[in-house]
């Protein structure tokens, strides 16, 4: 090397260094990620109708602890960032507004005294909650980092044919966030169970997994791309399963991370019907932390003295990104679709890809 290049590298480095020292860095305080419950109902059965559906959770616990930070480049102002797509989040916002509005009158105008609460379910809005005009924030980064993340899940599932189920497992209630000058951006955290049949099936089974610290999201502010994430090694075990019938069962799970910034104050909406509307922006990023698949083959029988079962836990990974517009009444919400979804394959390639468990079971004859 020259000494002009020296010079030049020397040039580079306290040039990165003196804009590096003008970021600005707001960190949310350590959350923790906690629920546990025994012989909970997390999907009711039909009764006695054909298919049935159930889904009991034995015993499970998610925990886990999560840090974060946001980084400002430089002399970036994010509240004036949000107030540009101001406009864009009215138009879609409005529009939701009024459906929902009209929608809980006609549910509560003939109640004499009514709550929020009597409205048994919302209806899905078929809006598109991504704003066209969003740009991504690359002057706004976002980190999370995972520590101590385990997750215990013993279930008894009962499943009608070729169908897919989205169970919330948990949801972050501890308020988390980082606080900006004239802006709050919270962070919510979210655990779901996606589980998809081939075929009807009752199936009792579950996994247990304990990731190693590292697990951590990076996300560029409204950017409907994952930025990057970082994915440790981990322990993973299946339980026991039993089965009653035959077919497969693929199981995912997810975990997400979401960040919003509430405008409610800044936007028109009042009404008497939708005391608590709130409206804003959101941007949010999720894994699959784990994706596993059990199948029993048709010939099994319960006097055959033999089980043939295979089940595979794969370490491969979907990941998404999503970033638009959201509404929300009390704890129902809506926003913007996943736009993304690509497969990650784990770099550590000291451990298989798959694990295979071929085992014990108990089948009873179809």
Request: charged share 20%; proline share 4%.
């Amino acid at each position: 090397m020259t000494d002009a290049d020296t010079l030049n590298a020397v040039k580079r480095a306290l040039y990165a260094a003196r804009h590096q020292s003008r970021n600005t860095v707001y960190s949310m305080k350590r959350t923790s990620l906690s629920k546990s419950w025994n012989d909970a109902t997390l999907f009711p059965a039909v009764g006695n109708m054909n298919p049935s559906i159930g889904i009991i959770c034995s015993t499970c616990y998610v925990k886990g602890l999560v840090t974060g930070d946001l980084t400002l480049t430089g002399d970036f102002n994010l509240t004036d960032a949000v107030d540009g797509f101001r406009n864009d989040i009215l138009n879609v916002t409005t529009e939701a507004f009024d459906q929902l509005e009209n929608y809980a009158e006609q549910e509560l105008k003939n109640l004499e005294n009514w709550d929020i609460e009597d409205i048994p379910a919302w209806p899905t809005l078929h809006l598109d909650f991504n704003l066209d005009d969003m740009t991504a924030l690359p002057d706004a980064q976002v980190h999370f980092e995972f520590e101590d993340l385990e997750l215990y899940l013993d279930l008894d599932i009962q499943l009608s044919a070729q169908s897919t189920y989205t169970i919330n497992l948990y949801t972050s209630e501890t308020p988390a966030g980082f606080s900006v000058p004239d802006l709050t951006v919270g962070a919510v955290f979210s655990v779901d169970l996606i589980l998809i049949a081939d075929a009807e099936v009752d199936i009792g089974s579950g996994i247990h997994i304990k990731l190693d610290d590292g697990l951590a999201f990076d996300l560029e502010m409204f950017n409907s791309n994952v930025s990057g994430i970082t994915i440790p090694g981990g322990s993973y075990e299946f339980l026991p399963v039993t089965i009653e019938g035959s077919g497969s069962l693929r199981a995912a799970l997810s975990l997400q991370a979401n960040l919003g910034i509430d405008l409610s104050d800044k936007l028109p909406f009042e009404s008497e019907f939708l005391p608590k509307f709130s409206a804003g922006v959101q941007a949010g990023v999720f894994a699959y932390i784990a994706d596993f698949h059990v199948e029993v083959d048709g010939s099994t029988s319960a006097d055959s003295g033999d089980c043939e079962l295979d089940a595979e836990l794969d370490y491969t990974v979907a990941l998404g990104a999503a970033a638009g517009a959201t509404v929300a009444v009390e704890t129902y919400s809506w926003g913007p679709a996943v736009s993304t979804t690509v497969p990650y394959v784990r770099e550590n390639k000291s451990n298989a890809s798959l694990f295979i468990y071929s085992g014990h079971c108990s089948s009873s004859a179809v």
